[in-house]
């Protein structure tokens, strides 16, 4: 058990914090371009595996008494004139995945109907169909544009409100890590060929406002310290803020880890790519917003001053008065507390 | 020492904020106990044609029960149609079987799932959450809209009236044309050219843009649909279909289906429970029409009843309630022709008309017909063709099933041509039924279904089961990690937690958001997270106790950390609300859920956790904390 009542900080020396995270700065950021550009190589040379949301197509998903014979279903989906149908294992050996490309000129999704009876013909016991999902090609064109769209929108306006509530070069830093979170979860899903659909999609923008929540926590204890602490360079500011807020970065993604485990081992087979990027994001979000944000921001040449409250009252501006009332807040402890230390 | 700080800082609530909180809990588990009570196996009646039922129906429908031995559990009806909840699915079954065939096709039967909500709770409006078809097993359709043909088709209607228009005002004209949406008439001449243009202008100077131009020494008039006009065509057209399809989806004697327009020219339909998608295809695209005849004035028709005996130029038709009618066997004009039918009143007479719009051929036609028989009646047949599953020697086959129902037969007061008026209506009600009809008849452009989606009952129940399991095992573990690491914080704050829970739960049930199994996924990533706002207060509260007393640090974690939860909370608040204008289907149910976890998580761990803090430790002589 921690005592915390004893230590009390010298107000002439700074603790800059036990770990030197800073140190490694360079490094960790030539690890992360590494990782970047291996997973933009890998979405420009393998490719996504789009699932049937975005590409149009059929999805079946069948259930057999017994163990289901791969080879048999294809040579039967072949003779129906399917010969291009993948076909493989979903979640247990009894259930079955098929995926079928969209095909020019079909009007109406009454493919499914016919798949469903060539393997029901040619099977003696009772297939049961658990899940049928036909896309048309064009709204799975709509269905990328949108997506693609729904992210850019975000990022804008996080971008607009973190440079409102801070500074610009934070804004910067924090889209930086963003844009590194999602570039890597996406160059996982290339390099290792899981299919990417609509529920992957979501799990990239839950990435979005994870990692960022992690970053905006970290920024604003770079903000206080900017402002609290006399001597340190920007650097050792920041290693302060990321060694003050270790604690609080290590026990969130603690447990939300542990809840996307879970997720990931309980929740089912349509579910696994979800649970997949989250965890991936959860990962690389946590570490990026110790190095990718504050080494961004860093090397944008935030100082002291940009931070500091302006000197001038923004009456119209809600925010700014709070910030006033923060500091006028913290300014009067700061002078109780010398007062506690007179009357000891 | 704790004498001095008592007056400078104070770590307790005034009266009104436990209040609010007491009333969160409150009202949280009042609104997310609806989800606890299951559901009834039901069936749903209701009638084909508005205001059919009263109370005979009731008398009717518990002798037919009664009858067949079946004891309901409740017999409700609300005015428009019946739900009677039954024990057992065997029950519901049965029942559905002996109801079907007292009713035949004067109501519609559909099997149902209803919520077993205590009548107490529904008085408060308590529902349980509405669950998605990736939950519960179902159809869904995403039905796209051919907005090209729509406004062909309106170009095509002006195309007849220009026609009989210069026919009539006797300007010649060598042709009317056609193509990449512009309508042009080819004159013979430039005086011709600029007669029509006149006429043109002033009758469609709504309507049409229209320009006179000289191309290659010919003489035109080029005409465009005007923007507005373009637009309410479409507008239009999508309403029509969505009428339609909402009409053929009541013969699948569906609950709940949902019928809803998606963006300018798509429809998505939702069919719950429904496995067959084959014949909710069929019916989907089952067709239904019109006909206009005269009525035989001439023959007795309760002797052709009786003897069964039809003069030869002559058919035996019935109205819907089984009155019968001869109709002369030629068709006056079929319900392709019909373009509109509005439902209004009579300006003269104050009585309920429906007007009906005819595209020129039918116009035509009608005008020929009426000129001569001014005083006898013309009848309006609706004629449906239908697929049924009927059992023919012991089998079960699928036949095509059309049925013809005189739906109104009225005196012919003029000579009318492609606008007129059918009167004699009885009621309003019944005036905005025939319109209805009229249009229902047949689509306003055609439909193709993009998107179908089918959900097998044990898939779904497969997904509630484990996205359940996911989240109580999830939550459970989170719950063990906080106890252990923060101590008596730490069960503060999973009480906290606990309610963020029945908050969500309850926000979910009371708004009627769809769950579904991306939402769940958003649930349990919410439990995830909003630990994060009382770590960071319970980290601070420990950083602080390093230089404070207990009391001062305890309000300092607070005071500091808020601006922290706020300033992270917003930027992911912003993220989700983006998610939910731009996403579609499952990624707006996971916004839904994102969005309602940060709100109601910021609220319990901020206020919820300080109020159980301040209680326990707030201004009190307290050595050390448990954190």
């Given at each position: 058990?921690?005592?915390?009542?004893?230590?009390?900080?010298?107000?002439?020396?700074?603790?800059?914090?036990?770990?030197?995270?800073?140190?490694?700065?360079?490094?960790?950021?030539?690890?992360?371009l590494i990782?970047?550009?291996?997973?933009v190589?890998?979405?420009?040379?393998?490719?996504?595996n789009?699932?049937?949301?975005?590409?149009?197509?059929?999805?079946?998903?069948?259930?057999?008494?017994?163990?289901?014979?791969?080879?048999?279903?294809?040579q039967?989906?072949?003779?129906?004139?399917?010969?291009?149908?993948q076909?493989?294992?979903?979640?247990?050996?009894?259930?079955?995945?098929?995926r079928i490309?969209?095909?020019?000129?079909?009007?109406?999704?009454?493919?499914?109907?016919?798949v469903?009876?060539?393997?029901?013909?040619?099977?003696?016991?009772?297939?049961?169909?658990?899940?049928?999902?036909?896309?048309?090609?064009?709204?799975?064109?709509?269905?990328?544009?949108?997506?693609?769209?729904?992210?850019l929108?975000a990022?804008?306006g996080?971008l607009?409100?973190?440079?409102?509530?801070?500074?610009?070069?934070?804004?910067?830093?924090?889209?930086?890590a963003?844009?590194h979170?999602?570039?890597i979860?996406v160059g996982i899903f290339?390099?290792?060929?899981?299919?990417?659909?609509?529920?992957?999609?979501a799990?990239?923008?839950?990435?979005?406002?994870?990692?960022?929540?992690?970053?905006?926590?970290?920024?604003?204890?770079v903000?206080?310290?900017?402002?609290?602490?006399?001597?340190?360079?920007?650097?050792?500011?920041?290693?302060?803020?990321?060694?003050?807020?270790?604690?609080?970065?290590?026990?969130?993604?603690?447990t939300?880890?542990?809840?996307?485990?879970?997720?990931?081992?309980?929740?089912g087979?349509?579910?696994?790519?979800?649970?997949?990027?989250?965890?991936?994001?959860?990962?690389?979000?946590?570490?990026?917003?110790?190095?990718?944000a504050s080494?961004?921001?860093?090397?944008?040449?935030?100082s002291?001053?940009d931070?500091?409250?302006?000197?001038?009252?923004?009456?119209?501006?809600?925010?700014?008065e709070?910030?006033?009332?923060?500091?006028a807040?913290?300014?009067?402890?700061?002078?109780?507390?010398?007062?506690?230390?007179?009357?000891? | 020492?704790f004498?001095?700080?008592r007056?400078?800082?104070?770590?307790?609530?005034?009266?009104?904020?436990?209040?609010?909180?007491?009333?969160?809990?409150?009202?949280g588990?009042?609104?997310a106990m609806?989800?606890?009570?299951?559901?009834?196996?039901?069936?749903?009646?209701s009638?084909?044609?508005?205001?059919?039922?009263?109370?005979?129906?009731?008398?009717?429908?518990?002798?037919?029960?009664?009858?067949?031995?079946?004891?309901?559990?409740?017999l409700?009806?609300?005015?428009?149609?019946?739900?009677?909840r039954?024990?057992?699915?065997?029950?519901?079954l049965?029942?559905?079987?002996?109801?079907r065939?007292?009713?035949?096709?004067?109501?519609?039967?559909?099997?149902?799932?209803?919520?077993a909500?205590?009548?107490w709770?529904?008085?408060?409006?308590?529902?349980?959450?509405?669950?998605?078809?990736?939950?519960?097993?179902?159809?869904?359709?995403?039905?796209?809209?051919?907005?090209d043909?729509?406004?062909?088709g309106a170009?095509?209607?002006?195309?007849d009236?220009?026609?009989?228009?210069?026919r009539?005002?006797?300007?010649?004209?060598?042709?009317?044309?056609?193509?990449?949406?512009?309508?042009?008439v080819?004159?013979?001449?430039?005086?011709?050219?600029?007669?029509g243009?006149?006429?043109?202008?002033?009758?469609?100077?709504n309507?049409?843009?229209?320009?006179?131009?000289?191309?290659e020494?010919q003489s035109?008039?080029e005409?465009r649909?005007?923007?507005?006009?373009?637009a309410?065509?479409k507008?239009?057209?999508?309403?029509?279909?969505?009428?339609?399809?909402?009409?053929?989806i009541?013969?699948?004697?569906v609950?709940?289906?949902?019928?809803q327009?998606?963006?300018?020219?798509?429809?998505?339909?939702?069919?719950?429970?429904?496995?067959?998608?084959?014949?909710?295809?069929?019916?989907?695209?089952?067709?239904a029409?019109?006909?206009?005849?005269l009525?035989?004035?001439r023959?007795?028709?309760?002797r052709a009843?009786?003897?069964?005996?039809?003069?030869?130029n002559?058919?035996l038709?019935?109205f819907?309630?089984?009155?019968?009618?001869?109709?002369?066997?030629?068709?006056?004009?079929?319900?392709?022709?019909?373009?509109?039918?509005?439902?209004g009143?009579?300006?003269?007479?104050?009585?309920?008309?429906?007007?009906v719009?005819?595209d020129?051929?039918?116009?035509?036609?009608?005008?020929?017909?009426?000129?001569?028989?001014?005083?006898?009646?013309?009848?309006?047949?609706?004629?449906?063709?239908r697929?049924?599953?009927v059992?023919r020697?012991?089998?079960?086959?699928?036949?095509?099933?059309?049925?013809?129902?005189?739906?109104n037969?009225?005196v012919?007061?003029?000579?009318?041509?492609?606008?007129?008026?059918?009167?004699?209506i009885?009621?309003?009600q019944?005036?905005?039924?025939?319109?209805?009809?009229?249009?229902a008849?047949?689509?306003?452009?055609p439909?193709?279904?993009?998107?179908?989606?089918?959900?097998?009952?044990s898939?779904?129940?497969d997904?509630?089961?484990?996205?359940?399991?996911s989240?109580?095992?999830?939550?459970?573990?989170?719950l063990?990690i906080?106890?252990?690491?923060?101590?008596?914080?730490?069960?503060?704050?999973n009480?906290?937690?606990?309610?963020?829970?029945?908050?969500?739960?309850?926000?979910?049930?009371?708004?009627?958001?769809?769950?579904?199994?991306?939402?769940?996924a958003?649930?349990?990533?919410?439990?995830?997270?909003?630990?994060?706002?009382?770590?960071l207060i319970?980290e601070?509260?420990?950083?602080?106790?390093?230089?404070?007393?207990?009391?001062?640090?305890?309000?300092?974690?607070?005071?500091?950390?808020?601006?922290?939860?706020?300033?992270?909370?917003?930027?992911?608040?912003?993220?989700?609300i983006?998610?939910?204008?731009?996403?579609?289907g499952?990624i707006?149910?996971?916004?839904?859920?994102?969005?309602?976890?940060?709100?109601?998580?910021?609220?319990?761990?901020?206020?919820?956790t300080?109020?159980?803090v301040?209680m326990?430790y707030?201004?009190?002589?307290?050595?050390?904390?448990?954190?």
């Open positions: 058990m921690t005592d915390t009542t004893q230590t009390i900080a010298s107000p002439n020396q700074t603790d800059f914090g036990k770990i030197n995270f800073m140190k490694i700065r360079y490094p960790a950021v030539i690890f992360s990782l970047m550009a291996a997973s190589f890998g979405i420009w040379y393998k490719g996504l789009l699932g049937v949301d975005f590409t149009g197509g059929t999805i079946i998903e069948l259930t057999y008494p017994q163990g289901a014979d791969l080879t048999l279903i294809r039967d989906l072949a003779q129906a004139g399917y010969d291009e149908a076909v493989q294992h979903f979640g247990s050996s009894r259930e079955v995945l098929i490309a969209p095909r020019e000129g079909m009007a109406s999704a009454t493919l499914s109907n016919e469903m009876d060539a393997l029901q013909k040619a099977s003696s016991d009772t297939i049961e169909l658990r899940r049928v999902e036909f896309v048309g090609p064009q709204v799975g064109e709509e269905l990328t544009t949108d997506g693609a769209l729904a992210v929108y990022l804008i996080i607009i409100y973190v440079a409102l509530r801070f500074e610009f070069r934070f804004s910067l830093g924090a889209i930086a963003l844009v979170d999602i570039t979860t290339a390099w290792t060929q899981m299919q990417f659909d609509l529920t992957v999609l799990a990239l923008l839950a990435i979005i406002g994870y990692s960022l929540n992690d970053t905006i926590v970290v920024f604003d204890r903000r206080e310290n900017f402002r609290t602490v006399r001597d340190g360079t920007p650097v050792e500011v920041s290693n302060k803020a990321l060694n003050d807020m270790l604690g609080r970065t290590l026990m969130t993604s603690l939300t880890l542990l809840v996307l485990v879970a997720l990931f081992t309980l929740g087979e349509i579910i696994h790519g979800f649970a997949t990027a989250l965890i991936v994001g959860v990962v690389v979000g946590t570490y990026s917003s110790i190095y990718v080494t961004t921001a860093l090397a944008l040449g935030v002291k001053q931070l500091m409250p302006p000197v001038k009252k923004q009456t119209e501006n809600g925010e700014e709070d910030d006033d009332l923060k500091r807040f913290l300014e009067a402890e700061a002078k109780r507390k010398q007062k506690d230390e007179e009357t000891k | 020492m004498e001095s700080q007056s400078l800082v104070s770590n307790r609530f005034p009266m009104w904020k436990y209040l609010v909180l007491i009333t969160a809990v409150v009202l588990l009042t609104y609806p989800n606890l009570f299951g559901e009834d196996p039901a069936i749903q009646i009638p084909a044609q508005v205001g059919q039922f009263n109370q005979q129906t009731t008398e009717r429908i518990e002798q037919t029960l009664s009858q067949a031995g079946l004891v309901p559990k409740v409700e009806f609300d005015g428009q149609q019946y739900l009677i039954f024990d057992d699915v065997e029950s519901q049965r029942a559905n079987d002996v109801i065939e007292e009713f035949g096709r004067q109501a519609i039967v559909a099997l149902n799932l209803a919520p909500t205590p009548n709770l529904r008085a408060l409006g308590g529902q349980p959450m509405y669950l998605g078809l990736d939950l519960r097993g179902g159809v869904h359709f995403l039905m796209d809209v051919d907005m043909a729509a406004v062909e170009y095509r209607r002006f195309d009236e220009i026609r009989v228009l210069l009539d005002a006797r300007i010649r004209y060598q042709a009317v044309d056609y193509a990449n949406e512009t309508l042009s080819v004159f013979r001449t430039p005086d011709a050219r600029d007669q243009f006149n006429l043109l202008n002033r009758e469609y100077r309507e049409l843009e229209v320009r006179s131009v000289d191309v020494g035109l008039v005409m649909l005007s923007s507005s006009v373009i309410e065509t507008k239009f057209a999508l309403q029509q279909n969505i009428t339609t399809l909402r009409n053929r009541n013969e699948l004697g609950a709940e289906p949902i019928i327009q998606q963006g300018e020219r798509r429809i998505v339909v939702q069919l719950p429970g429904v496995q067959d998608t084959a014949r909710a295809k069929e019916i989907l695209g089952a067709t029409t019109l006909e206009f005849r009525v035989d004035e023959a007795d028709v309760d009843v009786r003897t069964g005996v039809v003069p030869s002559a058919q038709y019935q819907r309630d089984g009155r019968p009618i001869l109709l002369q066997r030629s068709i006056i004009v079929s319900g392709e022709s019909v373009i509109n039918a509005q439902s009143i009579d300006a003269q007479q104050g009585s309920p008309q429906v007007s719009t005819l020129s051929a039918g116009g035509r036609r009608m005008l020929a017909t009426t000129r001569d028989n001014i005083g006898n009646r013309m009848a309006v047949v609706f004629i449906e063709s697929i049924e599953t059992e020697d012991g089998e079960l086959v699928r036949e095509r099933i059309v049925t013809r129902d005189v739906i037969a009225a012919i007061r003029d000579q009318f041509a492609n606008r007129f008026q059918i009167t004699g009885s009621s309003s019944e005036a905005q039924n025939l319109a209805l009809l009229l249009r008849g047949a689509l306003a452009a439909m193709e279904i993009v998107e179908e989606r089918t959900v097998g009952p898939l779904g129940q997904n509630i089961d484990q996205g359940l399991m989240v109580i095992v999830g939550f459970v573990l989170v063990i906080m106890a252990w690491r923060y101590k008596t914080f730490g069960m503060i704050a009480i906290a937690l606990t309610l963020n829970l029945v908050l969500i739960v309850a926000v979910l049930s009371l708004m009627q958001a769809t769950l579904t199994l991306p939402g769940i958003g649930i349990v990533l919410t439990v995830g997270m909003a630990v994060d706002a009382n770590v319970f601070r509260i420990k950083e602080e106790l390093k230089n404070s007393s207990i009391q001062t640090a305890i309000h300092a974690g607070y005071e500091k950390a808020f601006i922290t939860i706020a300033d992270a909370n917003i930027t992911t608040l912003i993220a989700a983006v998610l939910f204008s731009f996403g579609t499952p707006k149910g996971f916004a839904i859920t994102l969005t309602i976890g940060i709100i109601t998580s910021m609220f319990t761990a901020i206020v919820g300080r109020a159980l301040n326990l707030g201004n009190k002589p307290v050595k050390k904390l448990s954190i």
